[in-house]
């Protein structure tokens, strides 16, 4: 089995921590096995960074974080990245039961 890196497990305690001040630390999933879509949005400030390396650790850490979620259920990923300045990235993830993908509803 490959070991993470230190890098891959500091991206995902900040995705964590991230996700408790916005929600708490109660981790409730509150899709249970319906299929969602991903819409990730990205501020980065290293203009090499590539974007695909946004979503696996991403999804690795809800799957960590939730017991109800797997990846298996994710039917759709949207991913867009703009270039910040250094010191103002971000991270912005909503997830979108599938049938309410293209009626605007969304969760985060």
Same mark, same amino acid.
């Given at each position: 089995?490959?070991?993470?890196?230190?890098?891959?497990?500091?991206?995902?305690?900040?995705?964590?921590?991230?996700?408790?001040?916005?929600?708490?630390?109660?981790?409730?999933?509150?899709?249970?096995?319906?299929?969602?879509?991903?819409?990730?949005? *990205?501020?980065?400030?290293?203009?090499?960074? +590539?974007?695909?390396? $946004?979503? @696996?650790? #991403?999804?690795? /850490?809800?799957?960590?974080?939730?017991?109800?979620?797997?990846?298996?259920?994710?039917?759709?990923?949207?991913?867009?990245?703009?270039? *910040?300045?250094?010191?103002?990235?971000?991270? +912005?993830?909503?997830? $979108?039961? @599938?049938? #309410?993908?293209? /009626?605007?509803?969304?969760?985060?």
């Amino acid at each position: 089995m490959k070991q993470k890196t230190a890098d891959y497990k500091n991206y995902q305690n900040e995705i964590r921590d991230i996700v408790i001040f916005h929600d708490g630390d109660s981790f409730h999933w509150p899709f249970g096995n319906s299929p969602v879509h991903f819409h990730v949005q *990205v501020g980065l400030s290293n203009k090499a960074a +590539d974007l695909d390396n $946004i979503i @696996k650790p #991403l999804l690795d /850490t809800y799957q960590s974080m939730y017991e109800e979620f797997n990846d298996k259920y994710v039917y759709g990923i949207s991913l867009a990245k703009d270039l *910040v300045p250094k010191g103002e990235e971000y991270l +912005d993830v909503s997830i $979108i039961p @599938k049938n #309410l993908q293209n /009626t605007g509803e969304n969760n985060k």
